[in-house]
């Protein structure tokens, strides 16, 4: 299981799309398109996810703005060069659309990633204002080609386990993917400057060592 580069990476995600869709890239005669999915938490907050999707599986004429979706596909990232710097740009890429329909909010919403990979950085453990235990990680996943490098947050009990993970132990974790709105300051011309961004990463909702092969 664990060298299937196939099930070592998968999302599980339904919501509503808030977003027309937006041309990302173009590979092998085939049109990718971002779109943003809002997808609500047991507390009623909303992430707002950003999709990976071909126009073989979407119509990008169409306007899928208010419509219910459920997908399969995989968590991945790659890099963006923006103001000069690298970004690492993080999106699900569809792989199958399940279901498309009108709003359905009765529907409980689904947001769930499996993730099979290694440790990159040193973990970093704090608490928060609140005293909640949190543990900041990152991970790569390998697929085919290349690898996906995934930011994951660990709470509680988790967070004192993932905070004494070396760098290149292999884990798996279940969760959920979230957004994370936050400010950011930069030097213009004319002086500091607030810009927004969002950051999108794994919540750990539990989390083991495998087994070495």
Same mark, same amino acid.
């Given at each position: 299981?664990?060298?299937?580069?196939?099930?070592?990476? !998968?999302?599980?995600?339904?919501?509503?799309?808030?977003?027309?869709?937006?041309?990302?890239?173009? #590979?092998?005669?085939?049109?990718?398109? *971002?779109?943003?999915?809002?997808?609500? &938490?047991?507390?009623?907050?909303?992430?707002? *996810?950003?999709?990976?999707?071909?126009?073989?599986?979407?119509?990008? !004429?169409?306007?899928?703005?208010?419509?219910?979706?459920? $997908?399969?596909?995989?968590?991945?990232?790659?890099?963006?060069?923006?103001?000069?710097?690298?970004?690492?740009?993080?999106?699900?890429?569809? =792989?199958?659309? /399940?279901?498309?329909?009108?709003?359905?909010?009765? *529907?409980?919403? $689904?947001?769930? *990633?499996?993730?099979?990979?290694?440790?990159?950085? /040193?973990?970093? #453990?704090?608490?928060?204002?609140? +005293?909640?235990?949190?543990?900041?990680?990152?991970?790569? /996943?390998?697929? &085919?080609?290349?690898?996906? #490098?995934?930011?994951?947050?660990? %709470? +509680?009990?988790?967070?004192?386990?993932?905070?004494?993970?070396? $760098?290149?132990?292999?884990?798996?974790? %279940?969760?959920?993917?979230?957004?994370?709105?936050? &400010? =950011?300051?930069?030097?213009? !011309?004319?002086?500091?400057? !607030?810009?927004? =961004?969002?950051? #999108?990463?794994?919540?750990?909702? &539990?989390?083991?060592?495998?087994?070495?092969?």
């Amino acid at each position: 299981m664990f060298d299937n580069h196939t099930v070592s990476n !998968q999302v599980i995600m339904s919501g509503i799309i808030d977003s027309q869709p937006s041309l990302d890239h173009t #590979y092998l005669g085939e049109n990718f398109y *971002i779109v943003q999915m809002n997808v609500s &938490r047991k507390s009623n907050t909303i992430d707002r *996810i950003p999709l990976m999707i071909s126009d073989r599986l979407i119509d990008p !004429q169409a306007d899928p703005r208010g419509m219910y979706m459920e $997908v399969n596909g995989q968590f991945r990232s790659y890099n963006r060069v923006e103001e000069g710097h690298n970004r690492l740009m993080l999106t699900v890429f569809v =792989k199958k659309v /399940v279901t498309c329909s009108p709003p359905m909010p009765r *529907i409980s919403p $689904v947001n769930s *990633i499996y993730l099979d990979g290694f440790i990159t950085r /040193v973990p970093l #453990y704090r608490r928060t204002p609140s +005293g909640r235990e949190i543990t900041e990680m990152m991970m790569a /996943v390998n697929r &085919r080609h290349s690898s996906d #490098y995934i930011p994951c947050i660990c %709470w +509680g009990r988790n967070a004192r386990a993932a905070e004494k993970l070396e $760098v290149g132990t292999r884990v798996r974790i %279940w969760g959920r993917v979230q957004s994370r709105d936050y &400010r =950011k300051f930069i030097m213009t !011309q004319e002086g500091e400057k !607030q810009i927004n =961004k969002t950051a #999108y990463e794994i919540s750990v909702g &539990r989390m083991e060592l495998p087994v070495p092969a």
